[in-house]
């Protein structure tokens, strides 16, 4: 689970900013709490509102950052692409500065760096037990170019595990993260952090394409029932979900032979599988059969004709922007990681209807879904029907909302202390919670 997250000179955001998963003083929907074994009560989900330009997208670019710069890594003497804080000549000159906490299998971790556009400035890696928050490692940039790393007594290594760990932080290039390293180089000792942003951390943004869908539909028929349920209740029209079965050689004679070569050599009999895209955005699971041939299959959805018992079919990229939204988000509503994935989407209206949206904030809260599992769910959006108390609790809502200066900051509504029968959406409309667009009287421009 994300409990908080800091941000500080990236983007919009110069000075710190903090997000924060605690749950506030908000008693309703203790459903929406996910309570750990050490009392930790941390929130199921979060919605952050705000005016074209205020910086949401900006926040999940920074979360993805981390993501990306943990999981990735750097090649020796590769430039790190930071994006700092533009509006403030002192911000060009100082680090950028990022720091989340998590939970993870009854721990709690504490993990943050300072970097700039060469080198890591500073790295940190702690566990918080109680109000103590206990050192695993922290590494600072020298004058020299070199860092030093220190290592908490907490870890109670050996005499060899020690020496190793040194040797790899002196090894770890100044342009890389020493719990990317680590993990590279095998230290078990701080893997469960790198998981988490390898493994639980899930980062969509409107264009993002899920592309995995189609396995649930090849081995898992409980998987697939729940699906197209799930698609039946949102009444895009689709009666059924098939894969379709092709042979690669034989149907897709516009493959070059040097791609069939390549997916020969890459796949064992029997293997799963790797997915090809077309430029039509069609999505395909190729595997071997018996016999070594490649087999493609792709999902075709199903139907109903007028006045007839039979069914038309259409390929996935020829049904709705819509439709092929929906499908995408679907596994947030399906994946039964046992830690709970963390899924933050940018834009989760994107091609939706007002009402799909809400519906589907609703899905993932109940407990049929992810209300009974360790899931959270983060997004942005424009729509103000999800502003609604009988919906989410005050402190699930954020806003996002740029000053004079043209820094993002956020604030939740929580600091607001609406009644609970206060009327959200009209209030956030007429400016009340701020976050919304200045727009000026034409008269004032001239026109």
């Avoid at 990306?68 to 750097?74: A, D, E, L, P």
């Avoid at 103590?132 to 870890?155: I, M, P, T, W």
Wanted: hydrophobic share 40%; glycine share 4%.
């Amino acid at each position: 689970m994300l409990i908080r997250f800091f941000i500080e000179n990236f983007l919009s955001f110069n000075e710190q900013s903090e997000f924060s998963m605690i749950k506030g003083r908000a008693r309703k929907y203790s459903n929406h709490v996910i309570k750990s074994n050490n009392q930790l009560s941390v929130l199921k989900s979060a919605v952050l509102y705000g005016a074209n330009a205020s910086g949401k997208t900006n926040f999940v670019r920074a979360l993805d950052f981390v993501k990306n710069f943990v999981v990735k890594g750097k090649q020796p003497e590769e430039p790190i692409l930071i994006e700092k804080f533009k509006f403030d000549k002192k911000s060009l000159e100082r680090p950028s500065c990022f720091q989340i906490e998590i939970y993870l299998e009854n721990q709690i971790y504490l993990y943050g760096f300072q970097v700039d556009y060469e080198r890591v400035v500073e790295e940190w890696l702690y566990e918080i037990k109680g109000k103590k928050e206990v050192l695993l490692f922290s590494r600072k940039a020298q004058k020299n170019e070199e860092s030093k790393l220190s290592l908490g007594d907490s870890l109670k290594l050996s005499k060899g595990d020690k020496q190793f760990i040194e040797f790899v932080g002196k090894g770890t290039p100044s342009n890389q993260l020493f719990l990317t390293e680590s993990n590279q180089r095998n230290v078990k000792y701080f893997a469960k952090p790198y998981e988490w942003f390898r493994d639980v951390l899930q980062i969509i943004f409107p264009d993002s394409k899920y592309d995995g869908i189609e396995f649930f539909f090849e081995e898992q028929i409980k998987i697939k029932d729940l699906i197209l349920k799930i698609i039946k209740y949102f009444d895009v029209g689709i009666s059924d979900i098939i894969l379709e079965k092709f042979k690669v050689e034989q149907d897709f004679k516009d493959i070059p032979e040097e791609v069939i070569s390549v997916l020969k050599k890459g796949l064992k009999r029997n293997d799963m599988k790797m997915i090809l895209s077309s430029p039509r955005k069609d999505r395909y699971i190729v595997s071997k059969d018996k016999i070594e041939d490649l087999i493609a299959q792709r999902l075709i959805s199903k139907h109903k004709m007028k006045e007839s018992d039979e069914y038309a079919t259409l390929e996935l990229a020829d049904e709705s922007e819509g439709t092929q939204r929906i499908i995408d988000l679907l596994p947030i509503l399906i994946s039964f990681l046992p830690v709970g994935n963390v899924f933050v989407i940018d834009e989760i209206e994107r091609s939706l209807h007002p009402l799909l949206v809400k519906k589907f904030i609703n899905l993932f809260l109940s407990p049929r879904f992810g209300g009974n599992l360790k899931q959270q769910l983060i997004t942005t959006t424009h729509e103000s029907n999800l502003l609604d108390l009988e919906l989410l609790r005050r402190d699930e809502i954020w806003f996002v909302e740029k000053n004079k200066y043209q820094e993002s900051c956020l604030y939740s509504l929580e600091e607001f202390k609406p009644r609970y029968d206060k009327d959200i959406q009209k209030g956030y409309l007429n400016g009340r919670f701020g976050a919304i667009p200045f727009i000026r009287d034409p008269k004032d421009l001239g026109w």
